[in-house]
């Protein structure tokens, strides 16, 4: 019988109202007493249980009713989800420079207490986790602190956005709608008030955020998946973006054995050839993402159709050409 299975058996005694002698305890639990005085020691010092030991008659342990009514947390975990949580947190915390941290810290004390009275040592979790992220941007923790408040509170937001394809910084009221972690990084889709239409935000070219009195305008969430289900990569959707169209990419056989096994697109078909090569069909609206995925595959893809998008990739093969001479 393990801890979690002593710590609700003791409970469920104690919770009667009248004391419980420890011999009765030790015997149902089949404990030792010195076990015995460490649960009623982790109930009453890292649970907070109201316990007592009344002197009798009957002599035994209690709750203190002049306490209220106590029970134990409704969330338990076993020793492995344990070391699971907390190698999650590990990684989220990994992922952008500390960002998550604020919101974090407090469960990873609770986590690291509970594993040590588990019989666990916390910090070898460091080293069993590892996280390489290629291309994280740092971005400000108090900034994504307000953005992410602003999401979850639904509440409006007041930013100054740094935009990389101008290099100008511009004011703007936004209605944030859903946080998106995208290749390492985080990006706010919103309701832009300025331009009337939905946007991409990248959350580190956010120069800094206020959170505002108005509630955020409500978009159903088959909206917003629907947004995100017809752009590709980081570029859903949004705005103005023009028809969808469909694209078919064909990889050599050698490049199949990985890309088949990839997700590029949440309504994504793909088949194997009869000569090995593999083809990818997923609808897009905006090619920019869409023209770098494809030109990371070099020469082991083919852009089928459509033909703008054909054109695109061969003319920045060509221009990637030209850097190398003949």
Known sequence: MDRLERLYKIHRQLSRGRPVPARRLQEELEVSRATLM????????FLEAPLLYRRGPPAGYCYDEAAGRFELPGFWLSEGELWGLLAASEILDGLQEGVLAF???SIRKRLQELLTNHGFDPRQVAGRVALQPLGARTGSPGVFRRVAEGVMKRRRLRIAYHARYNDQVTEREIDPLRLLFHRDNWYLLAWCRQSR?????????IRHADLLPGRARSVPAPEIEAMLSAGFGIFPATGRPGRERTAVLRFSAERARWVQDEAWHPRQTGATLADGRYELRFPFTNPTELIMEVLRHGAAVEVVSPAPLRDAVARELRLAGQQYGK
């Open 38 to 45: 460490r649960d009623l020691q982790y109930l009453r010092d």
């Open 103 to 105: 919101g974090l810290e």
């Open 197 to 205: 239409e939905s946007r991409v935000f990248a959350c580190d070219r």
